[in-house]
T-cell receptor
C-alpha cells in the first residue's frame, strides 16, 4: 500500500482558472503535512505547511482532514508560473526529524 | 540566512566505481540532515537521516552509506556503484520541522 497517494495528472488548466489537488496518506500516526513544489529537474521547494484548521497563503489554500487522512491544495487565479509538479508530503514525527514521506507528485500545466 | 550546498551538480560514473557526494549547510547549528533519492518515474525516497554528528539512520537497505563527520556536513558514499543507483540525489536540512533541499546531484551510472 502506497504511503502517500496523489493523482499524477497532468492537469491541463487555463490561466486564471482554479485548480485543486488531493492527496491521501496511509499512516494514521502522521503528524505534519506539507505541499512542496518541484520544477522540472530542480529540487523540491516548500510551498506551504498544512494545518488542521486549514491555511491560506495568497492564492494557495491547503486543508487537512485527519479523519479521512486527506490533504488538499487549491490554487486560485492560476498563473503560467504555477506550472510545476506539486508534491504532497507527510511526516510521522512532529519535528520531521526522521524525514518526510513524499507522494510522487501531481503535474500541473497552466495554459495561456 | 541558511544555505545548503550540494556538489557536484551532475556526475557520470561507471558501474563498480566509488561514489562520494557532499552536502554542507551554513547559517544554522545542529540541523537534522537527510539524503533523498528521486529515481526516474518514482517519488522522492528517504535514504538516510542524521540528528547529530556521527548519528546516521538508514531507511532502506541499499548499496549506499552516509556519514556526518561534522555538524553541518553530510556525505553519501558507495564503494561500488550499481546501475540501479542512478537518480537525482537530494540533500536536505531541517530545524523544527520544515525541510529545505539542496540543488541536487544528478547521477548516471553507466
Amino acid at each position: 500500500r502506497k504511503e502517500v497517494e496523489q493523482d499524477p495528472g497532468p492537469f491541463n488548466v487555463p490561466e486564471g482558472a482554479t485548480v485543486a489537488f488531493n492527496c491521501t496518506y496511509s499512516n494514521s500516526a502522521s503528524q505534519s503535512f506539507f505541499w512542496y513544489r518541484q520544477d522540472c529537474r530542480k529540487e523540491p521547494k516548500l510551498l506551504m505547511s498544512v494545518y488542521s484548521s486549514g491555511n491560506e497563503d495568497g492564492r494557495f489554500t491547503a486543508q487537512l482532514n485527519r479523519a479521512s487522512q486527506y490533504i488538499s491544495l487549491l490554487i486560485r487565479d492560476s498563473k503560467l508560473s504555477d506550472s510545476a509538479t506539486y508534491l504532497c508530503v507527510v511526516a510521522t514525527s512532529g519535528g520531521g526529524a526522521d524525514g518526510l514521506t513524499f507522494g510522487k507528485g501531481t503535474h500541473l500545466i497552466i495554459q495561456p | 540566512s541558511q544555505t545548503i550546498h550540494q556538489w557536484p551538480a551532475t556526475l557520470v560514473q561507471p558501474v563498480g566505481s566509488p561514489l562520494s557526494l557532499e552536502c554542507t549547510v551554513e547559517g544554522t547549528s545542529n540541523p537534522n540532515l537527510y539524503w533523498y533519492r528521486q529515481a526516474a518515474g518514482r517519488g522522492l525516497q528517504l535514504l538516510f537521516y542524521s540528528v547529530g554528528i556521527g548519528q546516521i539512520s538508514s531507511e532502506v537497505p541499499q548499496n549506499l552509506s552516509a556519514s556526518r563527520p561534522q555538524d553541518r556536513q553530510f556525505i553519501l558514499s558507495s564503494k561500488k556503484l550499481l546501475l540501479s543507483d542512478s537518480g537525482f540525489y537530494l540533500c536536505a536540512w531541517s530545524v523544527q520541522g520544515d525541510e529545505y533541499f539542496g540543488a541536487g546531484t544528478r547521477l548516471s551510472v553507466l
